[in-house]
């Protein structure tokens, strides 16, 4: 036998969330958007030129580009677009974190962050939340190789005002702040427009949940030129091509309908609301969110058996089995029919 299997890297992967098969299934358990993205979206899929697909992509995807600049204010020279947030955030760390300190993020957060970490030989602390969930801005202000907040943090859904997060980019001026706003568009306010105050900030943002666009995975970065311009390297050294041009177009016909994201997280703001108080008259605590998802509680119900009888309802949620998380479950606000559903599930259990 070889002995290559010393020579092989092996690392601990990110584990996503389940994606059955079968129509009779309430799938509330990946914070998927249940509305379809824009018409706008199947329009320009109806009169996409397959002849484009023998060329390859313009990869600096400037037709996109221009599209989130115009929503956000900001350059076209300040955004990097990848394949989903999850790559635009591996190429964050890939680029930002090359010093031997720690690189800071909240022991309870989008857990994909540790793995990037392990998989960069990026050394990490994981700083404890509070015993309310909140992340404690002070917590930040110590010596560092870089920050990563995901505003709303998942899986609690809690929002950090935008002041509280500003003096923790403030005192890191020495290292790279990223914050991920995967789930900003259901009641936060964007940190994007203090990345022309602060040039140690990157904010990261996903088509996938808002603009109910996670089957085509493009995600993008907006930070000052010289850090999009570092990540781009980094990019063009690794596969200059990441996004499709199918996808592009995609994007940026959802990225041209503002108006068609901000009435679905309307109506998801809502139900998620509506969620809350029914979920709060059968005896459960929920902490405060402004995400597609809520993180809640019952002292006298097992979470995980919960979790169980669901799955056997066929009702999907997400269960974290690790301490500090093992009481609770994270559940994706659905459409309002599938969350009377999961409450009618619930009242019989
Ligand atoms: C906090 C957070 N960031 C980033 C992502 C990645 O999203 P995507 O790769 O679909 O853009 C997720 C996905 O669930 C997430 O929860």
Redesign the pocket.
């Known amino acids: 036998m070889g002995s290559w299997r010393d020579k092989i890297r092996k690392t601990e992967p990110y584990i ?2 389940e994606q059955p098969k079968g129509s009779n299934i309430i799938k509330l358990n ?2 998927e958007n249940p509305y379809p993205p824009s018409p706008k979206v199947k329009e320009a899929i109806e009169s996409y030129d397959a002849n484009n697909l023998r060329l390859y992509p313009d990869f600096v995807c400037s037709s996109l580009k221009s599209a989130i600049a115009h929503t956000y204010g900001v350059n076209e020279n300040e955004i990097f677009l990848g ?7 591996a190429f964050c760390f890939m680029t930002f974190f090359d010093s031997d300190k720690k690189v800071l993020f909240p022991d309870i ?2 857990s ?1 962050y540790d793995v990037w970490c392990r998989l960069y030989d990026i050394p990490y602390e994981r700083v404890p939340l509070d015993d309310g969930f909140n992340i404690v801005p002070e917590d930040y202000f110590k010596e560092n190789g870089g920050v990563v907040i ?1 505003n709303p ?3 609690t859904g809690i929002y950090m005002e935008l002041e509280a997060l500003e003096e923790i980019i403030k005192r890191n001026g020495d290292s790279i702040v990223i914050i ?1 706003e ?2 900003i568009d259901f009641g936060g306010i964007s940190a994007a427009e203090l990345i022309h105050k602060y040039d140690n900030l990157a904010v ?6 808002s603009g109910a666009l ?1 089957g085509i ?3 993008y970065a907006m930070a000052n030129p010289e850090l999009i311009g570092a990540m781009e390297a980094v990019k063009n050294s690794f596969n200059s091509y990441t996004l499709d041009s199918l996808s592009q177009t995609i994007a940026e016909a959802a990225a041209r309908d503002r108006e068609y994201i901000k009435d679905c997280c309307g109506k998801i703001i809502k139900t998620r609301e509506w969620t809350v108080a029914e979920l709060k008259r059968l005896g459960f605590d929920t902490l405060p969110s402004l995400s597609n998802f809520i993180f809640t509680t019952n002292k006298n119900i097992e979470a995980r058996d919960l979790f169980k009888y669901l799955r056997e309802q066929n009702i999907i949620v997400r269960y974290f089995d690790k301490p500090r998380t093992e009481k609770y479950l994270r559940i994706t606000i659905g459409t309002q029919k599938q969350m009377e559903a999961l409450i009618e599930a619930i009242r019989r259990y």
């Open positions: 996503p969330g990946t914070n394949n989903g947030s999850d790559e635009v955030l957060t989008y994909f995901a943090n998942a899986p991920d995967a789930y990261v943002q996903t088509f996938s949940k996670a995975r493009v995600g």
